[in-house]
């Protein structure tokens, strides 16, 4: 059974602080991806990444960092948390070569900002 | 500029009746277009892609170039229809992946 697993379910973390989301594949894919979901405003793609070390910027990167040191590995990085940065976070893999890959996702983290 | 636009932010139907959620794209390449769905309390999974011309529980989409459409189809809704439907366009040689803005679908007994 493929697997895409979020660190966290929930997170409260206060206004300033530094975030970071965790996921991991097993399937080695190349392609991970962070996505925002926000009712009203579906998916919005964060940042993207195709290869170790190698990261693109998706729609809405403001406030965001990665860091793909591993394959396996994404981090999604809040470096100075705010309140409008409350949402659900979702992470994705797929293997590369086509876009009519399938993506996998994980279970989704839902972050609050107090 | 791609682009995804599903207009319909809910959908109430009841059983049996025909389904339709409309989902229309702008890209300037050929496109890879998908259908997502998330159940309630369950993560977001693929539904069905154009490419696989394949009908899964009972839906279907068909891709119209001409009017930039990928609309998903159901003849008779069912109450475990009722989800949150996602269409979404993957960007040829970059594998990125762009969704819309979703359409929640509630099928009434």
């Known amino acids: 059974d493929v697997k895409v697993t979020q660190s966290s379910r929930y997170l409260v973390k206060r206004t300033g602080e530094k975030v970071f989301l965790e996921c991991v594949q097993d399937m080695d894919h190349e392609n991970m991806f962070w996505y925002r979901q926000d009712p009203g405003l579906g998916l919005r793609l964060i940042y993207f990444?195709?290869?170790?070390?190698?990261?693109e910027k998706g729609d809405i990167p403001e406030g965001y960092s990665v860091s793909r040191e591993k394959k396996e590995r994404f981090s999604l990085i809040l470096e100075s948390a705010s309140t409008n940065q409350t949402s659900m976070y979702l992470c994705?893999?797929?293997?590369?070569?086509?876009?009519?890959?399938?993506?996998?996702f994980g279970q989704g983290t839902r972050l609050t900002v107090v | 500029a791609q682009r995804v636009t599903q207009p319909e932010k809910l959908l109430s139907v009841f059983k049996g009746a025909p389904v339709e959620l409309k989902c229309n794209y702008s890209y300037s390449g050929s496109p890879e277009l998908f259908w997502y769905v998330q159940y309630s309390r369950q993560r977001l999974q693929l539904l069905l892609r154009?490419?696989s011309r394949e009908s899964i529980k009972g839906f279907t989409a068909d891709l119209n170039k001409g009017e930039t459409s990928f609309h998903l189809k159901k003849p008779f809704a069912q109450e475990e229809d009722s989800a949150m439907y996602y269409c979404?366009?993957?960007?040829?040689?970059?594998?990125?992946?762009?969704f819309g803005t979703g359409t929640r679908l509630q099928v009434f007994p």
């Open positions: 990444s195709y290869d170790v070390k190698m990261k």
């Open positions: 994705a893999s797929s293997s590369s070569g086509t876009a009519n890959t399938e993506a996998f």
């Open positions: 154009h490419i």
């Open positions: 979404a366009l993957g960007v040829y040689n970059t594998d990125k992946l762009i």
